[in-house]
């Protein structure tokens, strides 16, 4: 097996890397602690081509490989974990799943202004009372001659307040079950579409979050996404490809909390020498590179298998559930390792460890990525 990357990909890597150091880090604690989303930086990814790297190029992307949308997912994430999120979730599930599912007429008109970057996507699945079971959504859609008419109420939708384009899952025929579900694209000023609460978070704070109210919001069969029945399937298609993405955020975060924790302990001088040289702190950032180097193969492997038109949905679940525990996990000991220091409200580690909670929670927390993994092996 070639674990060395292309050429092509390590200088993607360099160059995503330095825009981060360049671009991202300076306003990455303003933009987490003012909770603003930061639109000149998504004009900066846009003008690079980053905004489509997995999308083809006749549809507006860049037409590279998933691994390659990872690399740069975690170079971001590295510098600010929301930026690395939303353009993660952006080009790894809005716009994978119109890629694949939507027809020539949809990726003209949705995809290309989307892969571009002049256009942001959301994905309205979750519900206040519909999280990890997906079957007790209750958002529904009538047919009514040539339009649909949707009605409910959808949560947590990320992207939500500034979304120009939503993927909506909704019943089309409940009786049918698991083939009931459709998926319907809406564009941003649609009649009965409206924005509802908008969410303040414990993390991950420049990526908006909000409710999305649809009141008998009409919209033409033609936004039909693929056919009556198939939007369950095409949403788990979806969380497949944007696991692979949570991972690569996650990396960028564990990343982020081993260079913080090198750099202080080499710096922070306690009984006469760095605490590095402590055996306590040494073997902390020992595991912290072990589980890096562990999350990362596993993450790399995922987007491999994908892009080699291999089954990869249980590799995408096993590199987020590890990845996004070792983020959690690391986070918190990187601010041990900063002390008192590193409780202090705007200090780096501090936001990572904030920041990193939220992985193993969206796109299937860690306990459904446990259900999807056992499932597989267990068949």
Avoid at 81 to 102: D, E, K, W
Avoid at 310 to 321: C, D, I
Wanted: with cysteine; hydrophobic share 40%; aromatic share 8%.
């Amino acid at each position: 097996m070639e674990f060395k990357l292309t050429e092509e990909q390590e200088l993607i890597r360099n160059n995503a890397r330095e825009f981060a150091a360049k671009h991202v880090e300076p306003i990455a604690a303003e933009i987490d602690q003012n909770g603003r989303h930061p639109a000149e930086l998504f004009t900066k990814l846009a003008e690079g081509g980053w905004m489509g790297i997995p999308i083809p190029e006749q549809y507006g992307g860049a037409g590279g490989d998933f691994m390659t949308h990872a690399i740069v997912v975690e170079e971001i994430a590295r510098a600010c974990t929301s930026t690395g999120f939303t353009l993660s979730f952006h080009a790894g599930i809005i716009g994978t799943i119109l890629n694949l599912f939507g027809n020539e007429d949809q990726k003209k008109k949705y995809l290309i202004p989307l892969a571009q970057g002049q256009h942001l996507g959301a994905f309205t699945l979750t519900e206040p009372g519909a999280g990890t079971d997906v079957m007790a959504v209750t958002t529904a859609a009538v047919r009514d001659g040539n339009d649909y008419v949707i009605n409910g109420t959808k949560t947590f939708v990320s992207n939500g307040p500034i979304a120009d384009t939503y993927i909506v899952f909704c019943w089309t025929d409940k009786s049918a079950g698991k083939k009931g579900m459709s998926a319907f694209i809406v564009p941003k000023g649609t009649n009965g579409l409206k924005q509802g609460k908008h969410f303040k978070k414990m993390g991950l704070r420049a990526s908006q979050t909000s409710e999305v109210v649809f009141n008998e919001c009409r919209v033409p069969k033609e936004n039909l996404l693929g056919q009556e029945g198939a939007g369950l399937a095409m949403a788990m298609n979806g969380f497949d490809h944007g696991r692979i993405g949570i991972a690569a955020q996650a990396i960028g975060v564990l990343h982020a909390a081993l260079d913080e924790s090198i750099k202080y302990s080499k710096e922070r001088v306690q009984f006469e020498k760095p605490i590095a040289r402590q055996q306590a702190i040494a073997w902390m950032i020992a595991d912290m590179a072990t589980d890096l180097s562990a999350a990362r193969l596993l993450a790399y492997h995922a987007a491999w298998l994908k892009d080699n038109n291999q089954a990869f949905g249980k590799e995408a679940s096993m590199a987020k559930l590890f990845a996004t525990e070792a983020a959690m996990k690391h986070t918190i000991k990187a601010v041990q390792i900063h002390g008192g220091y590193g409780y202090i409200e705007g200090t780096k580690v501090e936001r990572l460890m904030r920041d990193a909670k939220i992985a193993e929670v969206y796109e299937g927390t860690s306990e459904a990525q446990r259900m999807v993994i056992s499932g597989h092996v267990l068949r």
